[in-house]
């Protein structure tokens, strides 16, 4: 089974078409490139999938499961759209991380928001909180990034920038990664360039799942 499935998918925005019919499927442990010139519609495909666009026709499908159907249009609370987005992650072109956070707290901002929401939060604050933290600074070891957790983006080459964006997207254990151009700002020696498998995606937008 496929781990997303994106059927017919379209967008407007007045009488503009930006996608028109857009469908493609994607298995676990694969990656998709959806290559295009600029102004074609890559980054609008991306912001329908996280949900920060609303698509004017189409389906997607995670895990066989609708996420979306505009067939079947449903009023969402922002506190569903949030549960839906947690199927992507979400690497931006801009990065757009916040400026007043360090890099630990721009990729655990999202984890802590959302731990405010379970149940046993007040009663398991501080052990929530430790957990939370412990796993950031795990993802920017793992980024090559641990001696930068209290920089602030300012601080940051717009190659480690670009690393602790990807750490974000990779905080709430997402199903599938969404990338827009994800290493355009990295050295070679981290993209895999002249590797048998390379991971650099320059130019165009690559969809994948960990």
């Given at each position: 089974?496929?781990?997303?499935?994106?059927?017919?998918?379209?967008?407007?925005?007045?009488?503009?078409?930006?996608?028109?019919?857009?469908?493609?499927?994607?298995e676990?442990?694969?990656?998709?490139?959806?290559?295009?010139?600029?102004?074609?519609?890559?980054?609008?495909?991306?912001?329908?999938?996280?949900?920060l666009?609303?698509?004017?026709?189409?389906?997607?499908?995670?895990?066989?499961?609708?996420?979306?159907?505009?067939?079947?249009?449903?009023?969402?609370?922002?506190?569903?759209?949030?549960?839906?987005?947690?199927?992507?992650?979400?690497?931006?072109?801009?990065?757009?991380?916040?400026?007043?956070?360090?890099?630990?707290?721009?990729?655990?901002?999202?984890?802590?928001l959302?731990?405010?929401e379970?149940?046993?939060?007040?009663?398991?604050?501080?052990?929530?909180?430790?957990?939370?933290?412990?796993?950031?600074?795990?993802?920017?070891a793992?980024?090559?990034?641990?001696?930068?957790?209290?920089?602030?983006?300012?601080?940051?080459?717009?190659?480690q920038?670009?690393?602790?964006?990807?750490?974000?997207?990779?905080?709430?254990k997402?199903?599938?990664?969404?990338?827009d151009?994800?290493?355009?700002?990295?050295?070679?020696?981290?993209?895999?360039?002249?590797d048998?498998?390379?991971?650099?995606?320059?130019?165009?937008?690559?969809?994948?799942?960990?």
């Open positions: 089974m496929a781990i997303l499935e994106v059927k017919n998918i379209g967008k407007h925005f007045g009488s503009t078409e930006v996608l028109k019919d857009v469908s493609f499927s994607l676990e442990g694969n990656a998709l490139a959806i290559i295009g010139s600029s102004g074609s519609g890559k980054t609008t495909l991306l912001r329908c999938l996280n949900f666009e609303k698509p004017s026709q189409g389906e997607i499908l995670v895990k066989g499961n609708a996420v979306f159907d505009a067939s079947r249009p449903v009023k969402m609370s922002e506190r569903e759209l949030r549960r839906k987005r947690l199927h992507f992650g979400l690497v931006f072109q801009a990065f757009h991380l916040f400026p007043q956070y360090t890099a630990l707290e721009n990729v655990t901002l999202a984890e802590k959302l731990a405010q379970r149940e046993d939060f007040k009663s398991n604050k501080k052990q929530i909180m430790e957990e939370i933290l412990e796993h950031g600074n795990a993802l920017l793992q980024m090559g990034l641990a001696d930068r957790a209290t920089h602030y983006p300012h601080q940051l080459s717009g190659g920038q670009q690393r602790v964006a990807i750490a974000r997207a990779l905080a709430l997402p199903d599938i990664l969404c990338f151009e994800p290493t355009s700002a990295l050295d070679p020696e981290l993209t895999g360039e002249g048998s498998e390379p991971c650099r995606a320059e130019n165009y937008h690559d969809y994948c799942n960990p």
